[in-house]
Nanobody, 121 residues
Framework: QVQLVESGGGLVQAGGSLRLSCSAS????????MGWFRQAPGKDREFLVG????????NYANSVKGRFSMSRDNTKSTVYLQMNSLKPEDTAVYYC??????????????WGQGTQVTVSS
């Protein structure tokens, strides 16, 4: 069992930055690929970025490429999402997820409870 807890969300003006964190407890964190998703009101959940178990490989959605950056610290069982140049359309609840190797991020085994990000214009 893995428990994921996101933090770092809040209200920010357009053009600003936020850094989200997702801390994990439970089974071996480093054995999971990790991903970030978001869901805006009335919209489907959107995959943003995934990172490999060792943190070397990342895969970004076009909507955030160049603005968002994901990293992980396996010694702290934590992943981060640095979000720059934020836009009002980035407003959503942001979730982290833990996926076993070979499993799609959308079928991640564990999910956090989410953290709200609101970008004002």
């Amino acid at each position: 069992q893995v428990q994921l807890v996101e933090s770092g969300g809040g209200l920010v003006q357009a053009g600003g930055s936020l850094r989200l964190s997702c801390s994990a407890s439970g089974r071996a964190f480093s054995s999971y690929n990790m991903g970030w998703f978001r869901q805006a009101p009335g919209k489907d959940r959107e995959f943003l970025v995934g990172i490999s178990r060792n943190g070397i490989s990342t895969n970004y959605a076009n909507s955030v490429k160049g603005r968002f950056s994901m990293s992980r610290d396996n010694t702290k069982s934590t992943v981060y999402l640095q979000m720059n140049s934020l836009k009002p359309e980035d407003t959503a609840v942001y979730y982290c997820a833990a996926a076993r190797e070979g499993t799609s991020y959308t079928r991640a085994e564990y999910w956090g409870q989410g953290t709200q990000v609101t970008v004002s214009s």
